[in-house]
């Protein structure tokens, strides 16, 4: 277990539609990231925040977007779905701003668009 | 068009053997890699990193390789489990502008370890 949750677990919508992804960092870490893991693209970035500040982007779409809360806990929003938004989600933890060192990352949300 | 899944290099070893799996950066800016190991069903695990500024480190059973001449990054597994099955991604970033900070992953090696 890495103190990284996230929630839900599964999420199944329809295409079109809004959804949030939940994440709880390890207690301590300032900075959350998030990314997005499909058959298609493998792993990829998709943006850090540090101590409710963004931090870093990396290959985000327009329809997405984030934030993270006073209590360090942070939110994916992705709207418009499509298709090619399923994918498994992931949220990482770090003490580190940098991006380096090791990040913890959660079990990750299993978004299916339909 | 049709989207394919990536196709990822495989490894199978016997158990007790040692393990190298290899990974290839593009980024001549790069000068921080790390390695990640993915279980089935589980978020990516940290498994070590190194900077730059050296060409070997090693951990408990495991030792990555830097050859920034090539571009070349390799983890060496030693004395492979059955538990040491598993996606395994390298990953980098660079040093400055503004990629600072942003992981890039590579498509990942399975690696399957037989008893």
């Known amino acids: 277990d890495s103190g990284v949750t996230q929630t839900p677990k599964h999420l199944i919508t329809a295409t079109g539609q809004r959804v949030t992804l939940r994440c709880s960092p390890r207690s301590g870490d300032l900075s959350v990231y998030w990314y997005q893991q499909s058959l298609d693209q493998g792993l990829q970035f998709l943006i850090q925040y540090y101590n409710g500040e963004e931090r870093a982007k990396g290959n985000i779409l327009e329809r997405f977007s984030a934030q993270q809360f006073p209590d360090l806990h942070s939110e994916l929003n992705l709207s418009s779905l499509e298709l090619g938004d399923s994918a498994l989600y992931f949220c990482a933890s770090s003490v580190s701003p940098s991006g380096r060192g090791e990040q913890y990352f959660g079990p990750g949300t299993r978004l299916t668009v339909t | ?115």
């Open chain 2, 1 to 115: 068009g049709e989207s394919v899944g990536l196709h990822l290099p495989t490894l199978s070893v016997q158990e007790g053997d040692n393990s190298i799996i290899n990974c290839a950066y593009s980024n001549s800016a790069s000068d921080y890699f790390i390695w990640y190991k993915q279980e089935s069903g589980k978020g990516p695990q940290f498994i070590i990193d190194i900077r730059s500024n050296m060409d070997k480190r090693q951990g408990q059973r495991v030792t990555v390789l830097l050859n920034k001449t090539v571009k070349h990054l390799s983890l060496q597994i030693a004395a492979t489990q059955p538990g040491d099955s598993a996606v395994y991604f390298c990953a980098e970033t660079p040093s400055g502008g503004t990629s600072y900070g942003k992981l890039t992953f590579g498509q990942g090696t399975i690696l399957t370890v037989h008893p």
